[in-house]
């Protein structure tokens, strides 16, 4: 194992008593393994969620650069959204 170090960490009674149990049904071979493999998910969702706020940041960048949408008629949006909603909701009640 590369250039390992120490720290303390503070868990509560619950996570203490399954990292435990990982150990003891032999699913590990330390505490520290068990820390290890959560750390290298964190990184992985982490990374993951980074990711996702940079595709979304440049979706809104081509979004603005894209121009205007132009003028909106919201009294004819509202009147659209009710009727699709209405009609999802009849095909729901009608078991479509």
């Known amino acids: 194992m ?5 720290v303390s960490i503070a868990l509560t009674s ?8 990982a150990v003891d049904a032999g699913e590990y071979a330390t505490n520290s393994e068990v820390v290890r493999e959560a750390l290298r998910d964190w990184q992985l969702k982490r990374a993951l969620q980074q990711d996702n706020v940079r595709r979304l940041r440049q979706l809104w960048q081509d979004g603005l650069a894209s121009g205007s949408a132009g003028e909106l008629d919201m009294a004819a949006l509202r009147l659209e959204a ?3 909603l209405a009609g999802a909701t009849k ?3 009608d078991g479509e």
């Open 2 to 6: 590369a250039n390992v170090e120490k």
């Open 14 to 21: 619950e996570q203490l008593a399954a990292l435990r149990a």
């Open 82 to 84: 009710r009727a699709r």
């Open 91 to 93: 095909a729901a009640l």
